[in-house]
């Protein structure tokens, strides 16, 4: 029911509406099967009084029907924006190794478990009309034969038992569905990811298709085959349950006496006619026995789905001058999975500004790491980051993030220019454009670059260009050069770089680069999760001018 309490928490008045309306539009259509019935038990007596109630049931329904599909398909569609665009703000604020131990659930999340709520929002108003129709119906059936309705609302409550005990069965074969749709969305993701290295190796490429992908995707199919086959069996089963007791009445009219077997038929033709509206009821009811578990499994993750329940304020503006960064004993403890752990720190650094600091050290020794604390993305197991020797309250987090500029080995970028869509010089981007030899590639106008397919190597010269556009006080590079080709390393190296620094940047490297070592004021070589030296390099005099 955890549905029926978002759409409310989304738009009240409008879902309230709507149920209103919803119920309103059963009980015309029960009103309407009332009337016909009455015309079939007079034999037309009166025609005229029973010809202007059934036209305005008619109306009736097709008003509150109409306006109430209307009225919850807005709160519907506003509930499933509002959940993708909440869910996905909800990621951005999560903890970055909560989401990176996620993988494919986030996929499951924002693909097939928003669209079963939307499908559960969408059949909200059938439901709710079908059980106003059997209620209806119900009172009026009490008005033809109290006994006979006694018996068939003791039909209705065992055909009900037969659909819903069953349901606890169907729940449990969510859970296994859901483990293999997280599968399959991190398969898709690798494949995705790992397209070149798949088509590269043709033994490599058929084993992640017959091996992983294929018994998976294979295994979720026949999942949903087997728990679409339960629920219809049940589905069916309470239908089956419904006529077998109602046949049991027919036949046992000489025995009990309730009713004669014309005023059975006024029953039966009522009984009949709330079918459809049964149904509809009792298949949404396993519909929303499937949402909860999405729910629950929402849940699981760490992230509320509830509306509104995470403020996302305004970030502050960067600030124009760079504190003095430190780490203070600072350390990150990472468990990865079949019990791997790995252990950053204790760390303390200092950061002078303006300075070009080189990360170096082998794979694996926690580089990555380290830059990632240092920005705040990670939050320290131990230890604290200072500004300006003043220790930075955990709540201060978004503020920090601000100082830095953050060019990824695998940085993303994005057409819209984020965040400066209105600010950013066209003359500057067009000269840096040009500086990188994508002007021939890639135009800026109207705050957008006109694309981003390029080359792994071009699209991390137009990352650089969307980081030195954003003009922050802190630069990191994670191996931006490690790509290119010797003309642009040299331009990395002797241009950008000191250019950066002239300008009062803090520029923080991971390289390999040995050859452009002396381009560093100092350099911090990692090892297995520890400092191993922090010095700064001798470099050669300047000729005499």
């Known amino acids: 029911m955890r549905l029926i309490w978002i759409l409310f928490k989304t738009d009240r008045w409008r879902a309230l509406c709507g149920a209103i309306l919803g119920t309103l539009s059963g009980l015309s259509c029960a009103a309407i099967v009332a009337t016909i019935n009455r015309v079939i038990n007079n034999s037309g007596a009166d025609l005229y009084r029973d010809g202007a109630a059934f036209l305005f049931c008619w109306l009736a329904y097709a008003l509150c029907s109409v306006g109430s599909a209307y ?82 609302l003791l039909i209705l409550a065992g055909g009900g038992v037969c659909y819903l005990i069953p349901l606890n069965r ?56 087997r728990i679409r086959l339960m629920e219809t069996i049940f589905g069916r089963w309470g239908e089956l349950y419904l006529l077998l007791g109602l046949a049991a009445l027919l036949f046992t009219i000489p025995f009990h006496g309730l009713v004669s077997y014309p005023l059975f038929g006024s029953f039966l033709l009522v009984v009949l006619f709330m079918l459809g509206g049964l149904t509809s009821a009792i298949g949404f009811v396993g519909l929303l026995s499937r949402v909860d578990a999405c729910l629950e499994g929402i849940k699981t993750t760490g992230i509320d789905l509830s509306p509104l329940a995470v403020a996302d304020p305004r970030p502050p503006p960067p600030p124009s001058r760079a504190p003095v960064v430190a780490l203070r004993e600072v350390s990150f403890h990472y468990s990865g999975s079949a019990g791997s752990a790995f252990v950053l720190g204790p760390i303390n650094l200092v950061f002078d500004v303006p300075e070009i600091v080189f990360v170096v050290g082998g794979n694996g020794g926690g580089k990555s790491t380290l830059l990632k ?97 954003e003009d922050r006080p802190i630069y990191v590079f994670d191996e931006w050069a490690a790509d290119q080709d010797p003309e642009f390393r040299r331009l990395f190296y002797h241009r950008f770089l000191p250019e950066l620094k002239r300008r009062g940047r803090l520029v923080i490297a991971i390289t390999h680069d040995e050859t452009y070592f002396d381009c560093a004021d100092r350099i911090i070589r990692l090892g297995e999760g520890r400092i191993l030296s922090d010095h700064r390099p001798v470099r050669p005099p300047a000729p005499a001018s």
Do not use: W
């Not at 993988?103 to 693909?111: E, K």
């Open 71 to 152: 009225l919850l398909a807005q709160v519907s569609q506003t509930v499933i924006s509002r959940l993708r665009v909440d869910f996905a703000r909800r990621i951005l604020a999560a903890p970055l190794v909560k989401l990176e131990q996620k993988g494919g659930r986030l996929f499951t999340i924002l693909i097939d478990d928003i669209n079963l709520i939307s499908m559960a929002v969408e059949r909200l108003p059938a439901a709710l009309a079908g059980a106003a129709t059997v209620i209806g119906g119900v009172v009026y059936l009490g008005l033809i034969s109290r006994g006979l309705t006694l018996c068939f």
């Open 170 to 225: 169907i729940q449990r074969q969510l859970q296994p569905l859901r483990e293999q749709s997280n599968r399959a969305y991190a398969l898709l993701q690798d494949l995705h990811s790992g397209l070149k290295d798949l088509l590269q190796a043709g033994r490599r490429r058929h084993a992640f298709l017959d091996r992983h992908l294929e018994p998976v995707v294979r295994r979720q199919g026949e999942l949903q085959v």
């Open 373 to 469: 604390l240092l920005t705040g993305l990670y939050a320290p197991s131990s230890g604290a980051i200072l500004h300006d020797s003043r220790v930075l309250d955990p709540r201060e987090t978004g503020v920090h993030r601000e100082l830095f500029t953050v060019v990824f080995s695998d940085s993303h970028v994005f057409e819209p220019l984020l965040g400066q869509e209105d600010t950013a010089s066209q003359s500057e981007a067009e000269r840096l454009l040009g500086a990188m030899r994508l002007q021939s590639r890639v135009k800026f106008a109207d705050g957008r670059f006109s694309t981003t397919d390029l080359s792994s190597g071009q699209r991390k010269r137009l990352a650089l260009v969307v980081a030195l556009l």
